[in-house]
């Protein structure tokens, strides 16, 4: 193509046109002029190029591109675009497409295109691509769980297709109910393992589920089995259509199961009219469930005001006392008579007495059993009148040793039995028993060490 000469003018418009950037240069890479085609780029900084050589404004990777572009200028052959990385103030790198024009009179032009619109189109197609590829691990999850607990019910459960009521996928339950040990049930049509008898009826069914789309069931008698059973069936959607599951469960076994769900009942019942407060919480120590004992205890109006929280917010020791619970929960050991204080909602606190267990089903939680200890005392102080004092002992020594002998010693003892106490909760964990006690660690070092419970020399090395 033969193109009449340009003036400048021209040639900057047509440069401004067909490049994002344009870079004017001698012949060893020295930038004598920086024109950008639009702000983005001029707010990285380009002027600041002015003076410098080309290959101090890329990264370190780039720099080799930039001597292979300076040293293939003018080569017809040779002339090709190459991707390079510019720093930039906002701390992450500017990607440009340049290459090197000759201009004559030893100056190089350099017409560069923002590849940022393209690196941000490629950075959407990774993500996309990483959210489908989680989503689709997370479906492989799902089914794998439906199918372990397909396959391990133990009722007899088919999957049928709404329309031609043939046998999708039936369970390990199904086939030893159905004495199908060939597994030759997929595939066949619902009333032929069903009484003539049972065909209108569950017909019937299957129909109302279809226009209810609720669980209805009925009584089914099954050729070779002498028993009524009991069907049920739900239908959802696939994207092949509609689909029936089915639930075969015999006459004694669903009465079994509503024993079992009456028992339930009862248990919830009497767990919200618990006189003790008590406290459901998972492995991590947030609240799922509280009873009104509980909320009258804290001073809570709702159970919504402490439920999603952490349990350990509302102990006063906070992290001490729910890592001495914590500890033995985690190893399945039951937690009696903790003591310690809740805070209330107002911000005053209660001293109570803990007792925790571990439940494994049908998810692992932890129960806390909270009583209230001013209660307790309250109660207990009538009884106390007539019971001899714990301390009534002591009064035999007077006369015999003096008093600072009497109480030196009982301080002692009520010390000692103080931090075994504390180091029995904690597991012997003693930062934890010193902050129980509200001693620093090297106070409770010199206690241990005073009593004889370590030797000088545990203390040393702890």
């Not at 109910?177 to 049930?185: E, H, I, M, Q, T």
């Amino acid at each position: 193509m033969r193109l009449p000469t340009l003036d400048s003018s021209t040639l900057a418009q047509l440069v401004g046109l067909v490049s994002d950037l344009s870079l004017v240069m001698d012949a060893s890479g020295v930038i004598e002029d920086v024109s950008t085609g639009h702000t983005t780029l001029a707010a990285s900084g380009c002027q600041s190029w002015i003076g410098r050589h080309w290959a101090e404004t890329v990264t370190t990777e780039s720099r080799n591109k930039i001597q292979e572009l300076l040293g293939d200028a003018g080569k017809a052959d040779a002339m090709r675009w190459r991707q390079v990385n510019h720093p930039s103030p906002l701390g992450n790198d500017i990607a440009v497409q340049y290459v090197v024009v000759p201009l004559g009179n030893g100056k190089l032009l350099g017409l560069g295109r923002d590849l940022e619109a393209l690196a941000e189109l490629q950075r959407r197609l990774v993500e996309t691509q990483q959210s489908m590829e989680r989503d689709y691990l997370r479906l492989r999850q799902i089914e794998a769980r439906y199918r372990v607990l397909f396959d391990t019910s133990s009722e007899a459960v088919l999957l049928i297709d709404a329309n031609s009521q043939r046998v999708l996928e039936a369970n390990v339950g199904a086939q030893s109910l159905l004495k199908d040990a060939g597994k030759r049930l997929v595939g066949r049509e619902l009333r032929e393992w069903l009484e003539e008898s049972s065909q209108t009826e569950v017909q019937s069914l299957l129909r109302t589920a279809m226009a209810s789309g609720r669980i209805e069931m009925c009584a089914a008698r099954v050729a070779g089995i002498a028993a009524p059973l009991t069907l049920s069936a739900t239908v959802f959607r696939q994207e092949g259509g509609a689909q029936f599951l089915v639930r075969l469960v015999s006459r004694e076994a669903a009465s079994e199961a509503h024993h079992d769900n009456g028992t339930t009942l009862a248990m919830v019942e009497a767990m919200a009219r618990f006189p003790d407060g008590w406290l459901l919480t998972d492995t991590a120590g947030i609240v799922k469930n509280v009873n009104e004992e509980s909320m009258a205890l804290m001073g809570l109006t709702s159970a919504t005001q402490i439920a999603g929280q952490s349990v350990e917010r509302w102990l006063q020791r906070g992290a001490v006392d729910w890592g001495v619970l914590h500890t033995s929960l985690r190893q399945q050991l039951p937690v009696r008579h903790f003591a310690t204080e809740v805070r209330t909602l107002s911000g005053l606190t209660v001293p109570v007495e803990i007792s925790a267990v571990y439940l494994a089903r049908p998810q692992p939680a932890y129960a806390f059993f909270l009583r209230d200890l001013k209660r307790r005392t309250t109660g207990a102080s009538a009884q106390a009148a007539g019971q001899p004092h714990p301390f009534a002992e002591l009064s035999q020594l007077v006369g015999r040793r003096p008093i600072k002998d009497i109480v030196g010693e009982t301080v002692d003892t009520i010390e000692r039995m103080c931090i075994e106490s504390a180091l029995e909760l904690t597991h012997n964990n003693r930062a934890s028993a010193a902050e129980m006690l509200g001693l620093s660690r090297q106070s409770l070092y010199v206690k241990l060490r005073r009593f004889g419970i370590v030797a000088e020399s545990d203390t040393e090395t702890t």
